[in-house]
């Protein structure tokens, strides 16, 4: 079983920035791969980025590529994803995810969810 909380969210202007955390408990963290999704209200839940378990391949959506960058501390169980030149567009309930599967569909376990909301 795991556990995932993120945190770090909030409101932000158009083009700044924030930094979500997603903290995992349970001793496989590091075996399994780590996403994060977001949804946006009336819309469906996205693919927003990916990272393997080692931290050596990323994956990102078209839509955040160049601005997100997703990483990972194995020794705090902890996952993240940095956000620049935010847009409104961007506005949405953030998830992080994992599992023995990740895809840009879904994974196993997931978290809360942080809220980002970005200002015009």
């Known amino acids: 079983q795991v556990q995932l909380v993120e945190s770090g969210g909030g409101l932000v202007q158009t083009g700044g920035s924030l930094r979500l955390s997603c903290a995992a408990s349970g001793r496989t963290f590091s075996r399994y791969a780590m996403a994060w999704f977001r949804q946006a209200p009336g819309k469906e839940r996205e693919f927003v980025a990916r990272i393997s378990w080692s931290g050596g391949s990323t994956y990102y959506a078209d839509s955040v590529k160049g601005r997100f960058t997703i990483s990972r501390d194995n020794a705090k169980n902890t996952v993240y994803l940095q956000m620049n030149s935010l847009k409104p567009e961007d506005a949405a309930v953030y998830y992080c995810?994992?599992?023995?599967?990740?895809?840009?569909?879904?994974?196993?376990?997931w978290g809360q969810g942080a809220q980002v909301t970005v200002s015009s």
């Open positions: 995810a994992t599992g023995p599967v990740v895809t840009t569909r879904g994974a196993t376990y």
